[in-house]
């Protein structure tokens, strides 16, 4: 009795496998891409507050670079407790915050804008106000949160 085969199961299979390889690659990378680190995601609001010289209450205030001239402020929420590195504790109040606003801007010539400073969940931890738009934010045990300090503004100009 002659054998019969389906024409082109050979080519069905090969088919099936070359998709399930596929699918499963997306799984490893989509697993791969979950945030180990939190984000800052920009705001109007948030640059708002600051330009209006608004202070949040239950936030502490710390600024990056030089204290009068900072290349970032942030304010965190008091849930939460910063591990300072470079950033340096402030007191502000809206005069303060005013002032270095106002030179961020004159003496540097760059325009910062504000965010809000999230977990790798999404959770807002506090605001960002800088001329830098990305960093990055881990949040510890305890409630103990990193934000990297922003690089200095690039004072060279544009070519």
């Given at each position: 009795m002659?054998?019969?085969?389906?024409?082109?199961?050979?080519?069905?299979?090969?088919?099936?496998?070359?998709?399930?390889?596929?699918?499963l690659?997306?799984?490893?990378?989509?697993?791969?891409?979950?945030?180990?680190?939190?984000s800052?995601?920009?705001?109007p609001?948030?640059?708002?507050?600051?330009?209006?010289?608004?202070?949040?209450?239950?936030?502490?205030?710390?600024?990056?670079?030089?204290?009068?001239?900072?290349?970032?402020?942030?304010?965190?929420?008091?849930?939460?407790?910063?591990?300072?590195?470079?950033?340096?504790?402030?007191?502000?109040?809206?005069?303060?915050?005013?002032?270095?606003?106002?030179?961020?801007?004159?003496v540097?010539?760059?325009?910062?804008?504000?965010?809000?400073?999230?977990?790798?969940?999404?959770?807002?931890?506090?605001?960002?106000?800088?001329?830098?738009?990305?960093?990055?934010?881990?949040?510890?045990?305890?409630?103990?949160?990193?934000?990297?300090?922003p690089?200095?503004?690039?004072?060279?100009?544009i070519?």
């Amino acid at each position: 009795m002659p054998k019969t085969t389906i024409l082109g199961s050979g080519v069905n299979t090969r088919l099936v496998s070359i998709a399930f390889i596929w699918a499963l690659i997306s799984l490893i990378f989509i697993g791969c891409s979950a945030p180990i680190s939190g984000s800052l995601q920009s705001s109007p609001e948030v640059t708002e507050v600051f330009e209006k010289s608004q202070i949040l209450s239950n936030h502490q205030y710390y600024v990056s670079g030089f204290q009068r001239i900072p290349y970032a402020i942030i304010a965190v929420d008091n849930n939460f407790q910063l591990r300072t590195g470079r950033w340096k504790p402030i007191d502000m109040d809206s005069t303060a915050l005013n002032q270095l606003i106002y030179r961020m801007e004159h003496v540097y010539s760059l325009n910062p804008r504000g965010a809000w400073i999230l977990d790798p969940e999404g959770n807002r931890l506090g605001v960002w106000y800088s001329s830098q738009y990305q960093t990055k934010v881990k949040r510890e045990k305890g409630n103990r949160i990193v934000v990297v300090n922003p690089e200095p503004p690039d004072l060279r100009g544009i070519p």
